[in-house]
């Protein structure tokens, strides 16, 4: 009987402890999502309460998303569009940069919006395939009605009106992670993240499928980014406050 009190006993500390540190591991010393933060070529940041959304101006009124976030009611993206006085149509454009479910919940709120990701992402974001983090991974797979409208390979650049955008594939947060250059600012997802003394660090261990092929994807990004180097002017994450400049990306160990 004491024996079955004290497995049980640590059975709940471990239960209690476990998110504890994923928590601290996790969420500590990042800086803070700026909220409204005005961007590169008129791009905005909207953060929904747990993750950044960016809102992109792409010429006469429109706009592309890069992901829409974690909010299914989409309260703090419709309130930007609100302020620009625009309707939801106005979104023609949402890029994915992975399929964890915080960052395309708000997607059904722009059926206007052709929805580009990665081909190698389209079975976890059409809610097929899970992922396979040491915490995502106890989660099943998950239909939240979104689905890929216009497939991306790597390296391809596709308009959305006058706004140019390049994707890169750095797989490792999941299968098809993608990075997006768009308009000066290089959006990279969960991908990576800002530290508070303005270097860049991988994605969180806990929630990425692979963490090897992550930082191996970011150092081949740095290389093949290097000649556009001029051209970036800010890197964006999903989770953390953004860091100026191509620098903390080539100077990623
Ligand atoms: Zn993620």
């Given at each position: 009987m004491k024996r079955a009190f004290k497995i049980a006993g640590a059975v709940l500390a471990l239960l209690l402890v476990f998110p504890l540190v994923v928590i601290l591991t996790t969420f500590v010393g990042n800086p803070k999502i700026p909220d409204g933060l005005e961007l590169a070529s008129g791009a905005r940041v909207v953060n929904d309460g747990y993750v950044a959304t960016f809102m992109v101006p792409t010429g006469d009124g429109s706009l592309a998303l890069i992901d829409c976030g974690n909010?299914?009611?989409?309260k703090a993206l419709l309130a930007e569009l609100e302020r620009r006085k625009l309707p939801r149509d106005a979104v023609k454009a949402i890029f994915v940069t992975h399929g964890h479910p915080d960052h395309i919940k708000?997607?059904?709120?722009?059926?206007a919006a052709q929805i580009y990701a990665l081909e190698t992402e389209r079975g976890v974001i059409e809610g097929r395939e899970k992922t396979h983090g040491p915490v995502t991974k106890l989660f099943p797979a998950r239909d939240?009605?979104?689905?890929?409208t216009r497939a991306l390979k790597d390296g391809e650049t596709v308009a959305v009106g006058p706004l140019q955008v390049t994707v890169f594939a750095v797989p490792g947060h999941t299968r098809g992670s993608a990075a997006y250059l768009a308009g000066g600012v290089l959006y990279l997802g969960d991908s990576a993240d800002a530290k508070k003394d303005g270097t860049l660090v991988g994605s969180k261990y806990w929630f990425s499928d692979d963490k090897e092929q992550n930082q191996a994807s970011l150092h081949a990004l740095a290389t093949r980014l290097a000649s556009r180097?001029?051209?970036?002017?800010t890197l964006a994450f999903a989770h953390t406050g953004v860091l100026p400049g191509f620098a903390p990306l080539r100077d990623f160990r």
């Open positions: 909010d299914a009611s989409g708000g997607c059904p709120l722009f059926p939240l009605g979104v689905r890929v180097a001029d051209e970036i002017k």
